[in-house]
Every structure is written in structure tokens, then in C-alpha cells.
């Protein structure tokens, strides 16, 4: 596994996923698609190109005179470990009460849901036992 830092912030997340979404890009296409719309300046987006390369998620490579910025990390592994941080701080130091109150709103959003997420943790039990 290759070792990266989470997007700190929505802008980063949205400069991210937007180079999934192309496969490449320079800073002047994201500024175009992103940060125009939004009243960016340039230097805005460039800095979050910088801080996204620095945190391990993305790489450069000179394409002419410009630089060309592609994913060093996949979409579902970043998205896996939203997820985990997501929940770690949603449990807190104490977890018991938070899966309680999770559970209730899960049952209340959808029932189903209920019968997924007691078939997932069977599976993981069955899958961390090796049985």
C-alpha cells in the first residue's frame, strides 16, 4: 500500500476527484473546470495541486512546458479510508453508545439495511477467523 495523507478539505477533494474523472490534468484545466466557477484565483488551485502532490495523491510529469497531473491512489482506496476516518471520529473514545444510536438510524433510514450490515459483519467475522 502506498502511503498517502487525506484531502484536508472539500477543494481538495473536489481537485481530486476531478483528476479521477479525467484521468490527467494540468493546473490550467482544473482552474477552468473548478476554481473559475467557484472565483478562484489560479494560484488557489495551483496551491491545492501542490498540497493534493504532497499528501501522496496524486504525481506530476512535465508534458512541453507544462506540468500533467495524474492519480497516484485510487478512487475506492481513498474513498475506504474517508470512510474509516469518517467513522473513527463519528465512535469517538467511546464506541458502545455511538453503533447503538448508528443502528437505530440505520433501521429508521431503511430496515434492509439492517439485514446487510449484520450480513457484512458475518462475513467479516468469517473472513478475519479464516473459517
Do not use: C
Not at 9 to 19: F, G, W
Not at 28 to 35: A, I, K, N, P, T
Not at 40 to 59: N, P, S
Request: proline content about 5%; cysteine-free.
Amino acid at each position: 500500500m502506498i502511503p498517502f495523507r487525506l484531502p484536508a478539505d472539500e477543494l481538495e477533494y473536489a481537485v481530486l476527484v476531478e483528476i479521477w474523472r479525467r484521468g490527467s490534468a494540468s493546473v490550467r484545466q482544473l482552474h477552468e473546470s473548478l476554481g473559475v466557477p467557484a472565483n478562484l484565483v489560479y494560484t488557489t488551485t495551483a496551491k491545492v495541486v501542490d498540497r493534493l502532490r504532497e499528501k501522496g495523491l496524486i504525481r506530476r510529469q512535465r508534458q512541453g512546458q507544462a506540468f500533467v497531473y495524474r492519480p497516484r491512489i485510487a478512487a475506492e482506496e481513498v474513498e475506504r479510508a474517508r470512510a474509516r476516518s469518517t467513522v473513527t471520529r463519528l465512535l469517538g473514545s467511546t464506541p458502545r453508545a455511538a453503533v447503538a444510536t448508528l443502528v437505530e438510524a440505520v433501521e429508521s433510514l431503511d430496515p434492509g439495511l439492517l439485514e446487510e450490515l449484520e450480513r457484512a459483519v458475518a462475513e467479516r467475522r468469517r473472513t478475519t477467523r479464516g473459517t
